[in-house]
Each structure stands twice: as structure tokens, then as C-alpha cells.
């Protein structure tokens, strides 16, 4: 199916759309987790915004994986945040195929 946005055509929605829900079964997954550790509300939240921090520092957002030094690049590689990223690029910027997320899908599915 083929899908204009913005004037582009993105032909690969389903895949899109699979990705998205990987992230969103993630994201909530490690707010259960966070909720089942912690006993208040205000502990909860400060441990999703450390969390959230942690994830923000640890990508490709701030310093590329090209910069960092190996041992750091390759945790920033296993970051989910930055898993994801990478999924969604090569889907909507790149149009790439299935074959080419298939490693992507299968670390985002190994957090779950």
C-alpha cells in the first residue's frame, strides 16, 4: 500500500506501523517495570525521568557512535532508544525494506 505524507510516498506503512507498535510495547513495558519496583507515584516519576535521561545521554541525539569510544558505542548501540531511531530512519527516510530492520525488530522484540 502506498501512503503520500508531506508530498512523499511512503510505500512500506505496515512496517511503519509494526515498528511503532514495538516502541509503544517497550516504552510501556519499562513504565510497568518502573511501576512494579518503585511503591510511590513521585519515586515512579523520578525514575522514569532518570531512565528518560539515561536514554536521551546514551544515543546518537548528543555525541555520534562514530565519536564515542568502542566500548561506549557499543552500548550506545544497544540502547532501545536508539534501536528504534534507527528502524524508524531507514523506514521513513531511506524506504528501505524489511530485510534491511529485520536485526532492529528482533533486539526491539528481545527487550520484551
Given amino acids: 500500500m502506498i501512503v503520500v505524507f508531506y508530498g512523499e510516498r511512503v510505500e512500506n506503512i505496515a512496517l511503519i506501523?509494526?515498528?511503532?507498535?514495538l516502541i509503544i510495547a517497550l516504552y510501556t513495558f519499562i513504565g510497568v517495570i518502573l511501576g512494579l519496583f518503585f511503591n510511590t507515584e513521585e519515586t515512579v516519576l523520578l525514575g522514569a525521568i532518570t531512565i528518560s535521561i539515561l536514554f536521551l545521554v546514551l544515543?546518537?541525539?548528543?555525541?555520534?557512535?562514530?565519536?564515542?569510544?568502542p566500548l561506549v558505542g557499543t552500548l550506545v548501540s544497544l540502547n532501545p532508544f536508539?534501536?528504534?531511531?534507527?528502524?524508524?530512519r531507514k523506514l521513513l527516510i531511506f524506504n528501505l525494506s524489511f530485510g534491511s530492520i529485520q536485526s532492529d525488530l528482533l533486539?526491539?522484540?528481545?527487550y520484551l
Avoid: D, M, R, Y
Avoid at 17 to 21: D, H
Avoid at 82 to 88: H, R
Fill in 82 to 88: 536508539v534501536i528504534a531511531e534507527t528502524a524508524l
Fill in 59 to 69: 544515543s546518537e541525539f548528543i555525541l555520534p557512535i562514530e565519536a564515542a569510544p
Fill in 107 to 110: 533486539k526491539l522484540s528481545g
Fill in 17 to 21: 506501523l509494526i515498528v511503532l507498535f
